[in-house]
């Protein structure tokens, strides 16, 4: 088949069936188009099915860019959205850019850093006062035994005195009746 008789074929095919020249030119070998050429009645019977089909692809194609074209639009997108309250967050005043961000379980640097600083202070002071009163503690036990020492040093000599100058015996019943005194 020589190119002027396959175009000539090609635009009664394309006439009867509604099918572009450029697509029967690329996808229709010559023995296809002599074939289709001698069946033009059958093809004309399915155009308006043909022509059906392309407005319902447009159809579709159309729905299909005004989706894509929705969630390209920056007016759409969530990232955008959620930036821009993260902006109107953060350019409140502290106590209400706490209280926004606590919302959706976010946290300022800012106030995080002074949280943060809060704590190690609050554990140092509570590392300082129980060293002091450790010291304290300290300082109360050696004078409680310096205490005992001269207690334990005076009973001894009560009970040296005691036992020089009144007897032996003598002591022995004031230490039992100081004893159950102690009871």
């Not at 074939?35 to 319902?56: F, G, I, M, P, W």
């Not at 299909?64 to 993260?86: C, H, M, T, Y």
């Not at 953060?90 to 606590?102: C, H, P, V």
């Amino acid at each position: 088949m020589n190119k002027q008789e396959r175009n000539r074929l090609i635009q009664r095919i394309s006439r009867a069936s509604g099918v572009a020249q450029y697509a029967l030119q690329k996808k229709m070998t010559d023995e296809q188009i002599s074939q289709a050429a001698q069946h033009l009645d059958v093809l004309e019977l399915v155009k308006s099915a043909n022509t059906y089909n392309r407005y319902c692809q447009a159809q579709k194609t159309r729905e299909a860019n005004d989706k894509l074209k929705s969630f390209l639009d920056p007016q759409n997108s969530e990232i955008v959205s959620v930036g821009r309250w993260l902006i109107n967050a953060l350019s409140q005043n502290r106590s209400d850019r706490k209280e926004t961000l606590l919302e959706r379980d976010l946290v300022h640097k800012e106030d995080y850093n002074t949280m943060v600083s809060d704590m190690r202070q609050t554990i140092s002071d509570m590392d300082q006062i129980t060293l002091a009163s450790t010291q304290e503690s300290a300082d109360k036990i050696k004078i409680l035994e310096k205490r005992i020492d001269t207690l334990k040093g005076q009973l001894s000599r009560i009970e040296e005195y005691i036992r020089n100058n009144h007897g032996v015996a003598e002591w022995k019943r004031i230490n039992e009746t100081l004893i159950s005194m102690g009871r």
